[in-house]
């Protein structure tokens, strides 16, 4: 009965905030136009800024979130996000690199780093001779994060021309339209979600121990990195589409925890829903922090959960579990 009314309220809560993304900003933008716009009519505001920033804000939430589930899952550490792969760093250095050298646009810029930083975790699990402990994984990824980050400021340093693009695209955003990468992104996502799902029922046994998940027969090593690939490719496709945005990867495993007692079957949606809801009311209140200007989600992110992880962690209620 609880998980059906938190479910309830959590669906509510979504369509919601999807209205509000569409109606509230600077420019108020009522029900009726909504609906003669969704119904066929042209509406410039809605149409150009509100719907695309709206979409990206539900997707890169999902995809956030459902990433943090995995990688907190796969290292047993609830503190993990997906940022602890290096997969936002190495995204980051791309966009730096093509904004020096004019090589591509940001968002083809953004993907390839992900996914290069992505195949390097996947092969740093399955090539050494002792696979990877899970501790060494995480502490593989942090030093590819902290290289490309030195790499980046480096860069930034000596290229005073690149700072203010690159200080806005890393704070996180969806102001830009990027939708129209899905046509590339689109099966990375799909991938990635289909290869969660396809392992959700693995997890429930993998956070209990190794030993429990070789008893079964199971091949953990394969399992592992076959976590760690999908919560990568969710990951990169999130930063590809907005940015680095932190806190979302982070916070929307545990309230998804706190609210639902279910298997990770049914956590993974949840959990995209929570963070989904995250990023919209992020969203939404970066439009009013500065009005009339827009400050970028991530800084908004930051602002909301700092303090909710913090609260987690005090009240030790799911955090520490």
Avoid at 98 to 119: D, E, M, Q, Y
Avoid at 206 to 232: C, H, P, R
Wanted: aromatic share 8%; net charge positive; glycine share 8%.
């Amino acid at each position: 009965m609880r998980n059906r009314v938190s479910f309830g309220i959590l669906l509510l809560s979504v369509f919601l905030l999807m209205y509000f993304s569409l109606s509230l900003g600077y420019t108020h933008v009522t029900f009726g136009e909504i609906y003669h716009y969704l119904q066929g009519k042209p509406h410039h505001i809605l149409e150009t800024v509100r719907m695309p920033r709206m979409l990206t804000a539900l997707i890169v939430g999902m995809l956030m979130a459902v990433s943090g589930l995995l990688i907190q899952s796969v290292t047993r550490n609830p503190f993990a996000s997906p940022g602890i792969l290096g997969i936002n760093s190495g995204a980051s250095l791309a966009v730096m690199l093509s904004v020096i050298f004019g090589l591509t646009g940001t968002t083809v810029a953004a993907l390839i780093g992900a996914l290069i930083v992505a195949g390097v975790i996947m092969l740093a699990t399955i090539l050494p001779r002792r696979p990877f402990s899970i501790l060494e994984i995480t502490l593989f990824g942090a030093s590819i994060a902290a290289f490309c980050a030195a790499i980046t400021q480096g860069l930034l340093i000596v290229n005073n021309q690149a700072l203010d693009q690159m200080i806005f695209w890393m704070s996180g955003s969806v102001t830009q339209n990027k939708l129209a990468a899905l046509k590339w992104v689109g099966p990375i996502i799909i991938l990635g979600l289909t290869l969660s799902m396809i392992l959700a029922r693995h997890l429930d046994i993998f956070i209990v121990g190794d030993e429990l998940v070789q008893g079964l027969g199971i091949n953990v090593t394969l399992l592992k990195v076959q976590i760690i690939v999908a919560s990568a490719l969710l990951a990169a496709a999130a930063v590809t589409l907005a940015g680095p945005i932190g806190f979302v990867g982070l916070v929307a495993p545990h309230f998804s925890k706190i609210l639902f007692r279910v298997n990770h079957l049914k956590l993974i949606p949840l959990t995209a829903l929570v963070g989904a809801c995250l990023l919209l009311a992020s969203d939404i209140l970066s439009r009013y922090l500065l009005m009339p200007r827009d400050i970028p989600v991530g800084i908004t992110t930051a602002l909301i959960g700092v303090p909710v992880f913090i609260y987690l962690v005090v009240s030790r209620r799911e955090v520490m579990k």
